[in-house]
């Protein structure tokens, strides 16, 4: 059945299970081969997970690029070692199986005799795949107890925490970082908010654990945690990754802890108390700031976000600021406010200026289609470097295991260089990943100027009668980057120097936002006829 074709081999090993000879990638290749040789297969590449968890799709380059092939059809069956490497969760095997089942690619495992093109094999699979996912939460249930019970007794269970140094795995003061954890309490108990500190403390030339200015978010997670008193918290917040914010605990453990405290609990008292009088939920603007993260800081290039201003006779004034300097200070940059009403009819008025004027329109898809021609050549060129630097050190991490395996070095000078050679290898594999999505979901073909300027047309309608959370939506669409001014003359301010448009995604994620409209609106496609018989205004 399997004679002549051509096949491609999944292979992916736990940083748990690096060490274990039976589950190295090098024995599952072995083995995958020799089968492939048997049965007549060629095996025509491999994908390699290493060093990566079973738990879910999300965190595996190799197995998503091999989906995306699958997509291509280029192969058809894939090899694993055993079930349990394409996953260990029942829900994301399933869906890996479907997606080659869709894309009439077969999956074969070296140690469990199935055919999920059968319905007696698809059975046996979710049989399988249950088992395996059973182990797993097993292995994450005992795990979790381990670090439950040692958070229960006041002990640390990782992660880098400012103000402190973890020393085979106790926590201990970091003199010098323990001054900064003071200063900001102290501000927090003279009454300054977030913001006020993080610029404090980015002004005083402060850093970060990982030597980075300090963000108002940062400043936050200190004055919350209660480890500066003393305490071990634990699983405050369970599934993370899955849920985010939303899986918040309730009961969490809160325990006294074998390390010294940096702030005294009188003070944390006093601090919490002073921060929540001062913590009421801002009230939403009614005015959206239509243009925010597309307008770009003209020094840092960073997103630009809301602000206000009051003038001299009490009115306000809508800004957008730059982002770095909001969120951390005048040391990660300055203001470079622009008035919010005059940069935004700028903006309505290019797009209908460029709507209007077929000369225009027709020289901004010229040099669109240019650069659609050539924007793929660096990206080929990247990949084939990424691709020789994998394997290269893919070689040093054989050679680095087979010295482990042989005990010919002794491990203390083996492991280093082998976690230090995997995480290198596993950047580069991100990197590839990302790059080869971006080829693989890139369109190059020309852009047909009837199709722009009809939708281009119609958009300009729609942007006018929605309403400003839904412009906000649709601008997007269209619009890359917006640039503004350095020089902020006097009696005029910053303004916006060039607005760079996408026409490559004027025809697909154009009417992508009209589908997202669509649910709000259920009747624009009606709407549309009324309104184009009106005048177009803004605002």
């Known amino acids: 059945m399997s004679k002549g074709k051509k096949a491609v081999i999944y292979a992916r090993v736990s940083t748990e299970e690096q060490a274990t000879e039976g ?6 290749l072995s083995q995958l081969y020799r089968q492939a040789e048997v049965l007549n297969m060629e ?26 092939n699958a997509r291509q059809r280029k192969f058809d069956i894939v090899l694993v070692y055993k079930l349990d490497r394409v996953s260990r969760k ?39 795949s249950s088992f395996a996912e059973l182990e797993r939460n097993t292995i994450v249930g005992r795990v979790k107890m381990g670090m439950t019970e040692r958070a229960k007794q006041g002990k640390f269970n990782g992660g880098l925490c400012l103000g402190y140094d973890s020393i085979n795995k106790h926590l201990v003061i970091n003199d010098t970082e323990a001054i900064i954890v003071k200063e900001i309490f102290n501000l927090a108990e003279q009454g300054l908010g977030l913001k006020a500190i993080t610029h404090r403390i980015n002004e005083k030339g402060y850093k970060s654990k990982r030597d980075k200015l300090f963000s108002t978010n940062a400043i936050k997670q200190i004055l919350d ?16 990754n899955e849920k985010r914010r939303r899986g918040k605990n309730e009961n969490f453990i809160l325990a006294d802890g074998e390390h010294e405290p940096i702030i005294t609990q009188e003070q944390w008292d006093k601090v919490q108390n002073i921060r929540q009088k001062r913590s009421v939920k801002p009230s939403r603007s009614l005015e959206p700031y239509i243009l925010s993260g597309l307008l770009k800081c003209p020094i840092c290039d960073h ?15 809508r800004y957008y600021t730059c982002g770095q300097y909001h969120n951390k200070g005048k040391e990660a940059c ?25 000369s225009t329109l027709k020289k901004i898809i010229s040099e669109t289609n240019k650069q659609r021609t050539h924007s793929m050549e660096p990206i080929q060129e990247e990949i084939k470097l990424l691709k020789s630097k994998i394997n290269k050190i893919r070689g040093h991490i054989d050679k680095l295991m087979n010295a482990l395996l042989d005990e010919e070095l002794p491990q203390e000078i083996v492991k280093p260089k082998l976690i230090s050679s995997q995480e290198q ?17 890139a369109d190059t073909s020309p852009v047909d100027y009837d199709s722009v300027q009809r939708l281009l047309g119609d958009f300009q309608v729609l942007l006018s009668q929605v309403k400003p959370e839904e412009q906000k939506i649709l601008l997007r669409s269209i619009i890359k980057d917006i640039q503004v001014s350095i020089d902020a003359p006097r009696g005029t301010g910053r303004h916006i120097t060039k607005m760079d448009l996408f026409f490559d995604f004027t025809i697909d994620a154009m009417e992508d936002s009209y589908e997202l409209l669509l649910k709000i609106y259920p009747d624009l496609e009606q709407q549309l006829d009324v ?6 205004s803004y605002g």
């Open 303 to 317: 997103g630009m976000v809301s602000s206000r201003s009051k003038g001299a006779a009490g009115q306000t004034y």
């Open 43 to 68: 095996v025509i590449d491999e994908y390699i997970d290493e060093g990566i968890s079973g738990k879910s799709i999300a965190g595996r380059p190799e197995m998503k690029k091999l989906l995306s």
């Open 334 to 358: 300055r203001p470079n406010s622009i008035r919010a009403d005059k940069a935004e009819q700028h903006v309505f008025e290019e797009l209908s200026r460029i709507a209007s004027h077929p």
């Open 90 to 128: 029942l829900k994301d095997a399933l869906e890996i199986s479907d997606e080659l089942e869709r894309n009439n690619v077969q999956l074969m495992s070296l140690n469990e005799n199935f055919d999920t093109t059968t319905p007696m094999g698809k059975m046996v699979f979710q049989m399988i």
């Open 225 to 240: 945690n209660p480890m500066y008193i003393g305490k071990i918290r634990f699983n405050q917040v369970e599934d993370w």
């Open 425 to 441: 290898k596993k950047q580069l594999e991100e990197r590839l990943e990302a790059r080869n999505t971006e080829l693989a979901e």
């Open 23 to 28: 589950f190295s990638i090098k024995a599952q």
């Open 531 to 536: 309104w184009s018989t009106r005048s177009i």
